[in-house]
């Protein structure tokens, strides 16, 4: 976990080397449902982005969801309101995975949701699995595919308004 002595450090640094390095720590050690480092999975969702405030709120998008630290902590370390909003919208703290989905949609934060498409398209990708399984083709058919056509549905309808 990062300490307090280690905030200064943190915040004198670039967005996008202050998360990677935040991403990190907090991730070491940890694998994905495939077994590979969790990190090959931020970084493979925020790969594409080429702004680097936005490739940073992708590169950290489990933070809140996964590990311990808060949006207080997040703004002790140097992040504004909008970037902590984008990573609590992203944060599942809801009963269903489909009620996250539809809150996360209803927000209309493009940011938040053009992250959410790139982190669907990535756990959709069954070719991280070395031997995929029945229940891994499961998870992909019940929740990841009707998720990624809600996402697909809302940016498409954004784009003809």
Do not use: C
Request: hydrophobic letters at 35%; charged letters at 35%; proline letters at 2%.
């Amino acid at each position: 976990m990062i300490l307090k002595n280690e905030i200064g450090y943190y915040q004198s640094l670039g967005l996008y080397e202050r998360s990677q390095l935040i991403v990190q720590e907090l991730f070491q050690g940890k694998k994905d449902k495939s077994n590979h480092p969790y990190m090959n999975h931020l970084i493979k969702v925020s790969e594409d982005f080429e702004e680097e405030r936005i490739k940073s709120m992708a590169l950290m998008h489990d933070v809140l969801e996964d590990t311990k630290l808060t949006s207080k902590d997040l703004k002790t370390l140097g992040y504004d309101e909008e970037f902590i909003e984008v990573l609590e919208l992203l944060t599942n703290t809801y009963d269903t995975y489909e009620e996250y989905i539809d809150a996360l949609l209803k927000s209309d934060n493009k940011i938040a949701i053009q992250i959410k498409m790139k982190d669907v398209l990535h756990n959709m990708d069954i070719s991280r699995f070395a031997s995929p399984k029945e229940r891994d083709f499961q998870r992909v058919k019940r929740k990841y595919i009707p998720t990624y056509m809600k996402i697909l549905d809302k940016l498409e309808g954004e784009r003809t308004k």
